[in-house]
């Protein structure tokens, strides 16, 4: 089963920037909810964001007013800009997809390492 692949990890330095992005190959892409998690070393999986069907948008607390998410339903790809980094951001992150006709479906991960 193809899974979804993501890209744009790295090291950066508190307060610098990082676009990551997430390729979501398949016809419901449209339809779904697309979500990034991450997980920090010895902590739990956590959610970041969340794009609806419709573009409406859910952030965590933590990263309010930093980050965004957004979609391209034309490429199946979903986007996390990332802004004002701090060393509390370093995780895997991962691209997460909910499907209304389909399995969810999870990416590999990449690395977000934030310097101080």
């Known amino acids: 089963q193809v899974q979804l692949v993501e890209s744009g990890g790295g090291l950066v330095q508190a307060g610098g920037s990082l676009r990551l992005s997430c390729a979501a190959p398949g016809s419901g892409f449209s339809i779904s909810t697309m979500s990034w998690y991450r997980q920090a070393p010895g902590k739990q999986r956590e959610l970041v964001a969340t794009i609806f069907r419709g573009g409406v948008t859910n952030y965590a607390d933590s990263v309010k007013g930093r980050f965004t998410i957004s979609r391209d339903n034309a490429k199946n790809m979903v986007y996390l800009q990332m802004n004002s980094l701090k060393p509390e951001d370093t995780a895997v992150y991962y691209c997460?997809?909910?499907?209304?006709?389909?399995?969810?479906?999870w990416g590999q991960g990449t690395q977000v390492t934030v310097s101080s």
């Open positions: 997460n997809q909910v499907q209304p006709l389909g399995p969810t479906r």
